[in-house]
């Protein structure tokens, strides 16, 4: 199974601030690498897929970056709505595993 | 719009079994495949199971492999999971989710999910 690891687990940060999360994977996945946002209580919502891809209606502060084995989400100036855990995906290979979440606080 | 609407979660006790249906609605239902996914109170997310639209392919985690059984009816616009043999460690929020019709697998619809409590 390909483990994915999520840095850091938890965060702290200011409106406005510029937020960076970094998912690894434990072995290549090209651009197989997708990020969700979860708010408390509700369903994930995918932000990027493919790496790079900015889905359909999500706020273009949002941004991801890397392939092979190293991602990033960066989101650009941090909104209180923002505020959410984050999990990297990988759809490499089944079985599809995910990061154990970045808790996103302000 | 698409709709994902899960439904027959509860409390089960432990070795016992339940089903869980999912019906789709606002898109076209047997050409996706479609997917489980469960996340244990306070916990993060673990895919469970997918089929594909025809049903020719079907995947299990490990941790439910034997256990669980996916299924659809295309007919009905119908997700199914039946899960015996339950354990307390299968406790969770079980969301249906649509992966994306692209080569790039992304879950891009979910479910609000259905709670399953195994306890006795």
């Known amino acids: 199974d390909i483990q994915m690891t999520q840095s850091p687990s938890s965060l702290s940060a200011s409106v406005g601030d510029r937020v960076t999360i970094t998912c690894r994977a434990s072995?290549?996945?090209?651009?197989?690498l997708n990020w969700y946002q979860q708010k408390p209580g509700k369903a994930p919502n995918v932000l990027i897929y493919a790496g790079t891809s900015l889905e359909t209606g999500v706020p273009s502060r949002f941004s991801g970056s890397g392939s092979g084995t190293d991602f990033t989400l960066s989101i650009s100036s941090l909104q209180p709505e923002d505020v959410a855990t984050y999990y990297c995906?990988?759809?490499?290979?089944?079985?599809?595993?995910f990061g154990q979440g970045t808790k996103l606080e302000i | 719009e698409v709709q994902l609407v899960e439904s027959g979660g509860g409390l089960v006790q432990p070795g016992g079994s339940l089903r869980l249906s999912c019906a789709a609605s606002?898109?076209?239902?047997?050409?996706?495949?479609m997917n489980w996914v469960r996340q244990a109170p306070g916990k993060g997310l673990q895919w469970v199971s997918y089929?594909?639209?025809?049903?020719?392919?079907?995947k299990y985690a490990d941790s439910v492999k034997g256990r669980f059984t996916i299924s659809r009816d295309n007919a009905k616009n119908s997700l199914y999971l039946q899960m015996n043999s339950l354990r307390a460690e299968d406790t969770a929020v079980y969301y249906c989710?649509?992966?994306?019709?692209?080569?790039?697998?992304?879950?891009?619809?979910w479910g609000q999910g259905t709670l399953v409590t195994v306890s006795s």
């Open positions: 089929i594909t639209g025809s049903s020719s392919t079907i």
């Open positions: 072995q290549s996945i090209s651009s197989y």
């Open positions: 989710v649509r992966r994306e019709s692209s080569a790039w697998y992304y879950f891009d619809s």
């Open positions: 995906q990988q759809s490499y290979s089944t079985p599809y595993t």
């Open positions: 606002g898109f076209t239902f047997s050409s996706y495949t």
